[in-house]
């Protein structure tokens, strides 16, 4: 059994990669949907999770601890509005609690494996291994590694962390040499073999990158799951992979071992936590003139439907999307979202995060590196490390999230959406709009076309992503206009 609550909840990664029979879940502790998503996988069929959370009525109310990891200064847990439990409450009435009748399949488990595993000693060229959680994928790397290195090939391993290979080094007899993925790309080392676990939480160009020095590689990534977005790694990497290695092959991972097609716990887990959101597909004419607006989001969290197109969007779009994502999106406060829309379909979206506005007092504070309050990142980045002193006085109105469904990138709907976005912070009294992310050439091409300029570039490279974070701004008002007069375009 294992149980979590308090301290225990924090360290749920550390048990990636066991089983259990029966799972205990204390919410009253801070209900972490990163941590619960990923450690209801390591129940076995047939076993029970127990959710221990308020009284259900009243649950949505409940102050919880866990939305400080998310809300701004001054905010305290008690101004959330709970939208994210308000509908969890709703799916868990009618969750259907049916019992899975499972059975240990151990043949079934053996001859699924044994296929993959036999397919991975024999690949000669790149191939791209998916599956659901539960189906066996990370053991049947491990075993693959295993054998390739008694074999005498150097087998490496890589993935965005290594708590997220336990189960690789479990079911490998002869585990494999690990590496970060930028210590990997960084120093190069000697190897036949390359595994990637859990791909889609590794930028693409990485892939490349690793593509390029050992052309013998696996991709293997979780289609639905909190390790982040495989339906966006489909969508941009076999592209990519199309050109680079057009002889690649693909292995799909489709019947449970850990429980029965259809269970009801992975079932309700994937809808309440978004986790099968996908991209809309559908016939959609020229955008030429999309519609613009602003969603209310008591009115998207009732719309189911909605909620599921924008998200699955999002994580399209995204290569790191986790539920607390889904979360913050519908409960921080001062998150507005935006998007385009044709005939029904959205064909970009856009999450905003008014910060700064910050007293004087504080501001000077942070300037001199003696106050970090929680959030406001962009306007304290200008002020303590740009050494912009009043930056964090005036109102910022920060890009979190900008994303164009695939079907229309390159036609112009992210430029589009982000003039409404520059109308929206100027109505609403904004001084300035500012974005940070992991740099690319062509992302500081966007940006640089819409008038951003250059706020701060970070000393450190990303582990996972490998670039470096930037943050850019947009001038709007006089006073921004003065205060930030020393950044050159």
């Not at 009732?302 to 999002?314: D, I, M, S, T, V």
Request: aromatic share 8%.
């Amino acid at each position: 059994m294992f149980w979590l609550t308090g301290s225990a909840i924090k360290k749920a990664h550390t048990l990636l990669g066991q089983e259990c029979d029966a799972l205990v879940f204390d919410a009253h502790s801070g209900f972490d949907v990163n941590a619960f998503a990923a450690v209801s996988g390591t129940l076995r069929g047939g076993g029970t999770l127990f959710l221990l959370i308020p009284p259900l009525d009243a649950w949505a109310a409940f102050p919880d601890p866990d939305y400080r990891r998310f809300i701004p200064y001054p905010y305290q847990p008690e101004d959330v509005r709970g939208r994210f439990l308000q509908r969890l409450v709703r799916l868990l009435k009618v969750a259907w609690y049916g019992r899975s009748g499972f059975s240990p399949t151990v043949g079934l488990k053996s001859d699924l494996q044994a296929v993959v595993v036999a397919t991975i000693l024999q690949a000669n060229t790149p191939m791209v291994l998916t599956a659901d959680r539960g189906r066996g994928k990370s053991a049947a790397l491990g075993m693959a590694a295993g054998q390739l290195q008694a074999a005498g090939k150097r087998v490496l391993l890589t993935a965005p962390s290594r708590a997220t290979v336990a189960t690789v080094f479990k079911h490998a007899e002869f585990p494999p040499s690990f590496f970060a993925p930028d210590d990997l790309l960084q120093t190069l080392p000697q190897g036949d073999v390359l595994l990637v676990d859990e791909a889609a939480a590794i930028p693409v160009p990485l892939l490349l990158k690793m593509l390029e020095h050992y052309p013998r590689c696996v991709f293997s990534t979780t289609l639905h799951g909190y390790e982040g977005s495989g339906r966006g790694f489909a969508l941009r990497f076999q592209k990519e992979l199309d050109t680079y290695a057009p002889g690649w092959q693909a292995v799909r991972l489709h019947q449970p071992i850990r429980w029965v097609e259809n269970d009801p716990l992975e079932h309700f887990i994937n809808r309440a936590l978004l986790l099968d959101a996908d991209v809309e597909e559908g016939v959609c004419n020229t955008p030429l003139h999309p519609f613009y607006r602003q969603l209310n989001r008591d009115e998207l969290v009732a719309n189911e439907p909605l909620l599921r197109k924008l998200f699955g969007l999002l994580i399209t779009a995204h290569y790191q999307t986790r539920p607390s994502d889904l979360r913050q999106m519908l409960d921080a406060p001062d998150i507005s979202i935006h998007v385009l829309e044709q005939q029904g379909m959205i064909l970009a979206v856009a999450l905003l995060s008014r910060e700064g506005g910050l007293d004087a007092e504080l501001t000077a504070a942070i300037h001199a590196g003696t106050r970090r309050p929680h959030g406001h990142p962009v306007p304290q980045t200008l002020t303590f490390h740009a050494k912009i002193p009043k930056a964090a006085e005036l109102i910022c109105e920060r890009v979190m999230r900008i994303a164009v469904h695939p079907d229309w990138q390159n036609h112009g709907l992210g430029a589009y959406l982000l003039q409404h976005l520059l109308g929206f912070a100027t109505r609403n009294g904004a001084d300035y709009v500012g974005v940070s992310y992991a740099m690319t050439p062509a992302l500081l091409r966007f940006w640089e076309r819409a008038g951003f300029v250059l706020a701060r570039v970070g000393f450190r490279k990303d582990t996972a992503s490998g670039s470096r974070s930037v943050v850019q701004v947009k001038v709007l008002s006089v006073r921004a206009q003065v205060l930030f007069k020393g950044l050159e375009q």
